[in-house]
């Protein structure tokens, strides 16, 4: 399902989902408000579906980014998972599909989403969500903004899926967590993915069995996106802000998201910058002697750019993922690739920028 807008975006934000490290993107929402950084589409995944909601309906403004972590400091799990033993044990017995009734979620979206239908968005959004019968992926464009984020998050078994133009639609997170794939469809030429990560130190294995099976997923999902990266790195300009790691809160834990909100924000702080200080070394390095910049090449007969120019001007992907002792996760890069380590800020080993010219 595809109902995009005719015009080609040029900025995206992809958001993935993460439970309660969603409250991450809140900060770095805010480090990219702070410079002037705003897209043209968002596209979003299960929390990170709720989060787009949240800022497609409002200004992108600093004030927005702060006004989303407000609600994720306001939240407890019982809010988006409310114990009910009855329809648990339904679930348990097969007279339910689903564990946990999603009335919490309804709530949670009906209060803080401004638009009632995502055709009406102050910016484009599109929520992803997945058949439950033939497993297809959908991008949602048009229709109820509750029905399409509770769409985009009903977690299987833990949700019931959600009836949308004659299909069940379960959380888009099965098949696509971080949809790179959908902002390089709709034809962004610059992407900024704001992954969650995932509980990369934990000191034990998390408690209950929806904990987890959350945590679980997130392990998967983190790997999912790595492969993206690697599929999409030719086709825009990415630039994957780092998720905080080491950590140690699972998908399931409300309590901390202040901690995840401010870890967010700094390291998205300290990766934009790092990226804008390379840029600039560059754009110096790429003079003549004497000052002068080098001549442009031109472009081939009839307008249209030569092999080389698409691999100087094309896409490149700017990449900070890390693994569960803080150092760079592995994204390959071509071996003539430039490679920084971001250590800026207290000096530390903060993580990965990788700099790929796409081919």
Do not use: K
């Not at 029905?147 to 299987?156: G, H, K, N, Q, Y």
């Not at 380590?341 to 080993?349: A, I, K, M, N």
């Amino acid at each position: 399902m595809d109902m995009a807008s005719d015009r080609r975006p040029d900025v995206a934000f992809v958001l993935s989902g993460g439970a309660s490290l969603g409250a991450i993107q809140a900060g770095m929402l805010r480090a990219l408000y702070e410079r002037d950084v705003v897209p043209d589409v968002v596209v979003g995944t299960s929390a990170g579906a709720l989060n787009g909601a949240f800022i497609a309906s409002r200004p992108q403004t600093v004030a927005t980014a702060d006004a989303l972590a407000d609600v994720w400091r306001g939240l407890r799990r019982g809010q988006v998972f409310p114990a009910s033993p009855i329809t648990g044990l339904l679930g348990f017995l097969g007279a339910r599909d689903h564990l946990v009734p999603r009335s919490g979620l309804r709530r949670l979206v009906r209060r803080h989403v401004q638009r009632d239908a995502l055709e009406d968005m102050a910016i484009a959004l599109h929520v992803i969500a997945v058949d439950v019968i033939s497993g297809a992926e959908l991008r949602l464009s048009r229709g109820p903004t509750v029905d399409a984020v509770l769409a985009s998050a009903a977690i299987p078994g833990v949700f019931a899926p959600v009836p949308w133009d004659g299909r069940a639609l379960m959380d888009g997170g099965v098949a696509n967590n971080t949809p790179i794939s959908h902002a390089v469809e709709l034809g962004a030429r610059r992407i900024y993915v704001l992954p969650t990560g995932h509980a990369c130190a934990l000191p034990r294995p998390p408690d209950g069995a929806l904990g987890m099976a959350l945590h679980a997923i997130s392990q998967l999902t983190h790997r999912r996106l790595i492969d993206d990266i690697e599929r999409h790195r030719r086709d825009a300009q990415l630039i994957v802000l780092p998720p905080p790691c080491p950590l140690s809160v699972t998908p399931i834990d409300f309590g901390r998201a202040d901690e995840l909100i401010e870890r967010g924000l700094d390291d998205a702080r300290a990766f934009l910058d790092g990226a804008r200080a390379r840029r600039r070394r560059r754009a110096g390095s790429g003079r003549a002697p004497g000052g002068a910049r080098r001549p442009r090449r031109e472009r081939a007969p009839g307008g249209v750019l030569s092999a080389e120019d698409r691999r100087q001007r094309a896409g490149q992907v700017v990449v900070a993922l890390r693994d569960q002792r803080g150092a760079p996760d592995r994204v390959a890069v071509e071996r003539d690739d430039p490679v920084d380590v971001l250590d800026e800020g207290d000096g530390r080993r903060r993580g990965h920028g990788a700099t790929a010219p796409a081919r």
